[in-house]
């Protein structure tokens, strides 16, 4: 542990004012924290997003070169090592070939062993399945057409899609949702659901129904569904501008109904999600400014537009930024509309967007580390080095967010869970006492706007002896436990995830 320094309170006072003598006219111990800008922190709705591949198995790491990914300063990484979330965005029909046979239940299937190859690795999973299969496949299983469900076919005929308002379907469908919350509805598990899934390739738009008049009963219904299952996973919406709409080339103006919709999802819980970052003509002023909106109130997450490596002819876009041939402009371009919209995860998806992630410019993967998302930490701590059992305390801290994004304290499924905390540990390296700072609210960090915090509180019981001051964030639902990472040094961490400050006489 790096060795704090003795204050008195004076010099206290002279750091900015923010220290004094404790009520007991004892000095104080003042620790200055340095922010740790280059780890990368697995907290929940923050960070890296890995895609996996619908067809993917467990081998990917090493086939795909997961585990030795050429970086542009000439090393090679692990990809997970920079992820903390793993998304897929697969079928229906993969995850339910037949009715009541789910994949992921079964431990010697695909999806089973590549969900668990994840998770083995600290990752947390993300989802989106996909019903409609014009262009893609098979999307919905079978046994939902063979039970009467109406359809609509793929240019070919080959592939058939429920209508979404069709009864048989959000019968069969629901059933399916309520089985994959059973195992998923877990927020060690799984990071957010993507929790709509109709229309073109999943993405809410160009929606074909039986009865057009269904549009926002549909939505209704939908939205319903995942808030009721999912209740403890946060749940996204594609903030498109024309969210579940009819519109078949899926452009042009904002749908009358779109700012409705996406309240009502909101209002069930719901936080936001963009497919095309880095596509100027796709990403306009509305969606701008939709954004704008919600920062710092909602999380948002990102999902560049353009696959640079196939059919899409990115170096037509309206910015004029992007050459073809060069993967690399589309990646500054999608940084820099995500550090516009301060989006709190950013996304490696697969193929050329994650090889000329890390090997053109893996100075933007380390720069969205050190300045994207949520990155918290405390600068100034003041705690007793002295106290009475029984005796009221004060301290006094500092925090800061060194991110563009916000901490998601505040969203439905997380409810204000995460507090700052501060715990005497003992000789032995346990927590002898824990005190929860219940006036401290992570959500409310934003960069460069510090807030400082006076929290009183009486130790009770606390046997006599030398004992350290720790602090750390912690899920009040969880026992107090250390529920999000911190920006400081990992030489002052213990294995627990408190953050070591300085010692303290009990008497």
């Known amino acids: 542990m790096k060795k704090t320094v003795l204050l008195s309170v004076a010099a206290a006072l002279m750091l900015g004012g923010m220290f004094s003598c404790s009520p007991s006219g004892r000095f104080m111990t003042a620790v200055n924290l340095s922010p740790d800008t280059t780890t990368v922190l697995r907290n929940p709705l923050n960070g890296w997003v890995m895609y996996l591949g619908r067809s993917w198995d467990e081998n990917f790491w090493t086939t795909l070169h997961y585990d030795n990914m050429p970086t542009s300063e000439g090393t090679e990484v692990r990809v997970s090592d920079y992820a903390s979330t793993a998304y897929i965005r697969t079928s229906w029909a ?4 037949e009715e009541g046979v789910y994949t992921w239940r079964d431990t010697t299937s695909r999806i089973y062993r590549l969900f668990k190859s994840c998770t083995d690795r600290d990752m947390r999973l993300a989802f989106r399945i996909v019903v409609d299969g014009r262009d893609q496949g098979q999307n919905t299983p079978m046994y939902v057409i063979d039970a009467g469900a109406e359809y609509y076919t793929s240019g070919n005929g080959r592939h058939k899609s429920p209508y979404p308002d069709d009864p048989v379907f959000q019968e069969k469908y629901s059933k399916f949702i309520r089985a994959l919350a059973e195992d998923f509805n877990d927020r060690d598990k799984v990071d957010f659901i993507d929790a709509f899934g109709l229309g073109k390739w999943g993405e809410s738009h160009a929606m ?7 549009k926002i009963k549909t939505f209704d219904w939908i939205t319903s569904l995942y808030s009721e299952t999912f209740t403890e996973v946060p749940l996204v919406v594609h903030y498109h501008r024309l969210l579940a709409d009819m519109n078949k080339d899926s452009w042009g103006p904002v749908s009358p109904d ?16 963009h497919d095309a970052f880095g596509m100027t003509g796709y990403y306009q002023d509305w969606e701008k400014e939709f954004a704008r909106k919600w920062n710092y109130r909602l999380p948002i997450i ?3 537009g353009w696959i640079t490596a196939a059919h899409h002819r990115y170096w037509i876009d309206p910015s004029g930024k992007y050459r073809e041939g060069h993967s690399e402009d589309v990646r500054r371009g999608e940084f820099e509309a995500s550090a516009e919209a301060h989006v709190n995860m950013m996304d490696f998806r697969i193929n050329d967007e994650t090889r000329s992630w890390f090997g053109e410019c893996f100075d933007l993967v380390k720069r969205f580390v050190a300045e994207g998302g949520y990155r918290l930490y405390p600068d100034l701590v003041s705690v007793p080095a002295e106290m009475k059992s029984g005796s009221q305390v004060r301290i006094e801290h500092r925090w800061n967010n060194l991110g563009w994004g916000y901490c998601p304290n505040n969203i439905k499924q997380w409810n204000y869970r995460y507090k700052v905390a501060f715990a005497l540990i003992d000789a032995d390296g346990k927590v002898a006492a824990e005190y929860v700072d219940t006036a401290s ?8 706007k510090p807030v400082e915090y006076k929290f009183k509180f009486t130790p009770e019981n606390v046997p006599a002896g030398k004992y350290t001051w720790a602090i750390g964030l912690v899920d009040t639902e969880r026992d107090n436990r250390i529920g999000l990472e911190i920006a400081v040094s990992r030489d002052r961490l213990t294995p627990d995830g408190w953050c070591l400050l300085s010692s ?3 008497k």
Not at 441 to 448: M, N, R, Y
């Open 258 to 273: 779109t700012d409705s919709l996406l309240q009502m999802a909101i209002d069930r819980g719901y936080c936001l999600r």
């Open 302 to 304: 990102m999902e560049g």
């Open 208 to 214: 074909i129904y039986k009865d057009a008049s269904n």
């Open 94 to 97: 993969s995850l339910e070939p």
């Open 441 to 448: 609210e992570p959500s409310e960090w934003i960069k460069g």
């Open 504 to 506: 303290v006489n009990v």
